[in-house]
């Protein structure tokens, strides 16, 4: 036997043995999961349908998004409720990324909130696809805006304290909101141009 046939038959050896002893509970968690034969993602089953875990992977997410929204609007009303919303452009840096973060925290809760609660409601994906692809884009955008503003605002600090530089963010923090905002705008129009956004079984 050559070393091909030889590979060949010990990898269907263990593939018998792993199927002989994998439960049926275990091949339906399996079947749960992505698998690299996935194709539009709508053949992936939905998390948690087959092994009663649906609405405990979606109503404690649920609850935290929620949670998290209250804090962020919160910290929004608080913020303009101390200074004038008029001169906001006028108020201190860091003041003003306490709203820029509770901002984006509530942005992203709002988009992540609507897929949440639409596959609750239908227990099935995303239908349309389009529709898919929106909350996609709109997860996106978001959670990756609140990461380039969290990495701004350590970016700031390091050079303040290092290097006695105050950075200007321009006019009404026009390059600030480009950057956070912009560059996952432009990246996820290219994501949806090239079809990257659909259902994977959460979405």
């Not at 108020?91 to 609750?120: P, Q």
């Amino acid at each position: 036997m050559d070393l091909f046939g030889f590979l060949a038959s010990g990898i269907s050896d263990d593939m018998e043995n792993f199927t002989g002893n994998t439960t049926e509970g275990e091949m339906s968690s399996a079947k749960s999961l992505p698998f690299l034969g996935a194709r539009s993602g709508y053949d992936l089953a939905v998390y948690g349908l087959e092994n009663g875990q649906f609405y405990s992977i979606h109503i404690p997410a649920i609850t935290c998004i929620v949670l998290s929204f209250t804090s962020a609007i919160a910290i929004i009303i608080a913020s303009f409720r101390l200074q004038n919303i008029k001169t906001f452009f006028s108020w201190t840096k860091s003041e003003r990324f306490v709203v820029y973060l509770a901002l984006c925290d509530g942005l992203f809760n709002i988009a992540h909130s609507l897929d949440h609660t639409h596959i609750v409601i239908t227990r099935n994906h995303v239908y349309p696809k389009e529709l898919c692809e929106f909350y996609g884009f709109m997860l996106a955008e978001f959670i990756t805006a609140q990461n380039l503003m969290v990495n701004v605002v350590a970016l700031n600090v390091f050079v303040l304290i290092y290097f006695k530089k105050d950075l200007n963010f321009g006019a009404y923090d026009c390059r600030l909101l480009l950057y956070t905002f912009g560059l996952p705008g432009v990246g996820g129009a290219m994501a949806a141009y090239f079809g990257t956004f659909g259902p994977n079984g959460t979405l």
